[in-house]
């Protein structure tokens, strides 16, 4: 009887432990409260697009960009024009 009661009190106390265990886990602070750790956009070179998606290196938020991030075609457009001047 004696060790019935107390198998139940430890139980209780385990329960107790599990729970606050749980209840601490729902508080854990947002790390991105003061706002996201994006990377810095990486820049289109003139053959290569740039990023237009990034992601939080804190949290699994991520960012797009829909525009500044194509390549700038700069290169063919010089090639084009040498090409223009031949003819
Ligand atoms: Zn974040
Ligand atoms: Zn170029």
Redesign the pocket.
């Known amino acids: 009887m004696k060790n019935t009661i107390k198998l139940i009190g430890i139980i209780a106390i385990i329960a107790m432990i599990a729970f606050s265990m749980f209840a601490c886990n729902n508080e854990t602070p947002d790390?991105?409260a003061n706002g996201?750790?994006f990377p810095e956009w990486t820049a289109p070179t003139c053959t290569e697009d740039g990023n237009s998606l990034r992601t939080?290196s804190?949290?699994t938020?991520t960012d797009t960009r829909t525009e500044g991030y194509t390549a700038l075609g700069c290169h063919l457009q010089s090639k084009m024009t040498q090409l223009y001047n031949l003819i």
């Open positions: 790390p991105c996201h750790a939080c804190r949290c938020q």
